[in-house]
T-cell receptor, first 116, second 110 residues
């Protein structure tokens, strides 16, 4: 059972371009979370999705950022018109359906976005 | 909203000594408390977790204690080794919502 996959691992964009980050959850997991981590800082929650639904996007900026988790295919975090301040590591995590309480989140290797 | 405080932010110990990291939370409904270890440049990985119906859990050199009345939980690492050096994150969860603490950078000095 492959773990959480993220691609690309490293992404370089110039200011104003678009960044697309992909996350494939572990098999059988229907919950996906996206986090942002700046150097030397903690994990900042961005958005929580289930298949075809955004459950909680309270941590995601209202402008330029969007996320989806379609019925088929990976979850995608999209950043439009990137700025230097978007440079960070973006981690995706997945967890199984919770029948009784929360379950462990399994993290992907992260995508390191650098905006020039 | 939910908030998790974590102390200390940095911790240095001599190899072989114990390390203790403490987290406090605000949501009394939280019922799941995981601890993650993140080595430099790597992904966070779960090292131990505890649910609200348990007061203590141990796994070899690692233990976690939970005080629901006081809303705090702690990570204890005994007989520390250089490979324990990393950033440790606590988290609280209710349902499928997770809130992470800001992290503790642990350095184990040889």
């Amino acid at each position: 059972n492959a773990g959480v996959m993220q691609n690309p691992r490293h992404l370089v964009r110039r200011r104003g371009q678009e960044a697309r980050l992909r996350c494939s959850p572990m098999k059988g997991h229907s919950h996906v979370y996206w986090y942002r981590q700046l150097p030397e800082e903690g994990l900042k929650f961005m958005v929580y999705l289930q298949k075809e639904n955004i459950i909680d996007e309270s941590g995601m900026p209202k402008e330029r950022f969007s996320a989806e988790f379609p019925k088929e295919g990976p979850s995608i975090l999209r950043i439009q018109q990137v700025v230097r301040g978007d440079s960070a590591a973006y981690f995706c995590a997945s967890s199984p359906v919770g029948l009784a309480g929360a379950h462990e989140q399994f993290f992907g290797p992260g995508t390191r976005l650098t905006v020039l | 909203g939910e908030n998790v405080e974590q102390h200390p932010s940095t911790l240095s110990v001599q190899e072989g000594d114990s390390a203790v990291i403490k987290c406090t939370y605000s949501d009394s409904a939280s019922n799941y408390f995981p601890w993650y270890k993140q080595e430099l440049g790597k992904r966070p990985q779960l090292i131990i977790d505890i649910r609200s119906n348990v007061g203590e859990k141990k796994d070899q050199r690692i233990a976690v204690t939970l005080n629901k009345t006081a809303k705090h939980f702690s990570l204890h690492i005994t007989e520390t080794q250089p490979e324990d050096s990393a950033v440790y994150f606590c988290a609280e969860s209710y349902g499928q919502n997770f809130v992470f603490g800001p992290g503790t950078r642990l350095s184990v000095l040889p």
